[in-house]
Structure formats: C-alpha cells, structure tokens
C-alpha cells in the first residue's frame, strides 16, 4: 500500500502544533527556514533557556533543559541550521550546569502538568546538549570540560553497550559524534554506532521509526553500519502503517507526540526514496 502523502499532510495540520506545521511545510513545501526558525524562537525565555511545553511531557514554562535538549534533537533529525536561535544560548547552559557536568532544573519544573516518568525531576544528563551544541559550533569550553567529566564516568563502553532500548542510545551517539576527535572518542562513537544496529535488529514494530532518528538518510552513519535488509523492513512496515487518519503511532501510544513522529517518518520515506 503506498503512502498517502495528502492524509498525512492533513494529519499534521489537523493535530500538529504550530512549530511541527512550519517543519512540514520547509520539509515537504518548500517553507521558509527562517520561518521555522521564528516559531522554534517564541519557545525561549529572557533568559536564553527553552520552556512553553516545547518537549510535550513538561508543560513548565520557566527554561529547562529538556526542551533545549529536544529543540537541538529536532533540528539534527533533519539536519538542519540554527540560525540564531541559540544566541545566548550556551551561556544559560553554563549557569545551570553543574561542576560534575550534570544539568540543573528549575524548582518550579514540576510546579505545572508533567508526565509521570519525570515525576522525579527533569533532565539532568547533558550529553546530547552538548554534543549538538558542538554540531553549531557554539559549546564553551566550560561545558564541554564538565560534560567531559561526566560521560568519562557515565558513557563508557560498558554502559553504552548495557543500553537496550534503542531510542535511549541517543545520548552516546550525540555525544560522541561531535565530541573531541581523538582516538578514545572515536572508539566510543563506533560503540555507539554499533549498539544502535545491535538494538535496531531486535527492536519490536512499534520502534522501528526510531531508528531513522540516527539514521535519517541513506548516507547517514548509521545508516551505513546497518545491514540494507534491515532497513528494507522497517521501511516496508512504515510504509503499511499508516493509520486511516493519515498519521503513524508512537512507540507509545502518545497522541501528543504523533503529529512529530509521522513527520520523522515522511521524511525517512522521502529520502529512502519510498515516497
């Protein structure tokens, strides 16, 4: 069954939020950048940090890092610019980073609807924040001193190969990709790499989309470290799940987060060439 681009194109408009609008339209219509850049900037506070409910499972407006954690993830699934987004950006991260590297979160964080996993606190792990600030070109040395203290103890090869949930790689893998190019570092990311494929191929139906977040083109990393049959299949089956609606399911059942998700699959349709 081929993709109904037309049921998915209403999807999003229908249910997405502005923001996921205006990434359909760049990817898919040929919108302006710097107007996705305009919607993504009315998420910031003051006081350069990112709140307003962006990342849907904390509603807090006050700035914390899980909503810059995922506003940089969104521009890396698709490989796209920051434009000035982030100017000051960098600084509000070294005021609510701790010495050992970890990421504070306001008081008020749960003060506002969240969901119940964060029930105790935010994100605190700075690895991808920091790794896609280095994708822009705009890490300070003092965030990337003290996340280098925190992945020596928290991402070894060890634990990156304990990871068996194959979304929860995405720490390792932004990390190390942009980190520090030494032979260590190297080691890690091919580590990385190689436990994304290890839990692409035992992944149930309902991940498979997640893996085109690390591998988002053929030409991708990941993508190349992958067996082709591997990603024929969940090609295939993304390719036979869209629901009536025109949407996709998440991997769980979220209709916040399905309007996001389907757009990640269009895409990975688009550029495999199966849409």
Known sequence: MAVDFQKARDYVYLNGSLWEKVLFQHLFESGSLSQLHKVL???????????HGFEYDIKCPDSHPLALEFMLGVLRDFNLSAGNIFEGTPEWVEVNQNEDGSLKNPETLLDYPFSPWWSEGGQAIPASITGNLLRHGICTEKIAERTAKWVKEHLTREKIQKTDWLF????AFDYYRYAKDDAENEKLKLAAVEQIVK?????????YFTFFQFAPTPDSLVAKATPNELINKFLTHLEHSQR??????????????????????????KEYNRL
Do not use: R, T
Request: one cysteine or more; glycine letters at 10%; a negative charge.
């Open 168 to 171: 929860m790689n995405y720490h």
């Open 199 to 207: 839990c692409a191929s035992s992944a149930p139906e309902n991940q």
């Open 244 to 269: 009536e609606d025109g949407g996709w399911d998440d991997e769980h059942g979220l209709p916040n987060w399905q309007p996001y998700f389907s757009i990640v699959i269009l895409h990975a349709l």
């Open 41 to 51: 900037k009315s998420y910031k506070n003051e006081d350069n940090g990112f709140g």
